[in-house]
Nanobody, 119 residues
Framework: QVQLVESGGGLVQAGGSLRLSCAASGRTNSWYHMGWFRQAPGKEREFVARIRWSTGSTYYADSVKGRFTISRDNAKNTVYLQMNSLKAEDTAVYYC????????????WGQGTQVTVSS
């Protein structure tokens, strides 16, 4: 059974940094891609970033481009999201997702980790 477990969320002041981690278990190194999404209170879930597992190529939402960096550690089956220059509008629950098919769909989701940025 596949599990995605996020960690690293918390409270940070605007301008600060956080690093989220997502450890995958139950399936090793056979992802097509992994990604991060977020959902702020009263808003729909939105895409943040994704990474192709085999090539390491990345793609970002415009709102985080230049501030966030997604990366992966194949040996640890873990994906990271380094978040710098955080803004109050980055406050949300951040979810990790993993896809096994060559589509934009995701097959597995984590439970989420709260990120709160105080202004």
């Amino acid at each position: 059974q596949v599990q995605l477990v996020e960690s690293g969320g918390g409270l940070v002041q605007a301008g600060g940094s956080l690093r989220l981690s997502c450890a995958a278990s139950g399936r090793t190194n056979s992802w097509y891609h992994m990604g991060w999404f977020r959902q702020a209170p009263g808003k729909e879930r939105e895409f943040v970033a994704r990474i192709r597992w085999s090539t390491g190529s990345t793609y970002y939402a415009d709102s985080v481009k230049g501030r966030f960096t997604i990366s992966r550690d194949n040996a640890k089956n873990t994906v990271y999201l380094q978040m710098n220059s955080l803004k109050a509008e980055d406050t949300a629950v951040y979810y990790c997702a993993a896809g096994i098919r060559a589509t934009i769909e995701y097959d597995y989701w984590g439970q989420g980790t709260q990120v709160t940025v105080s202004s």
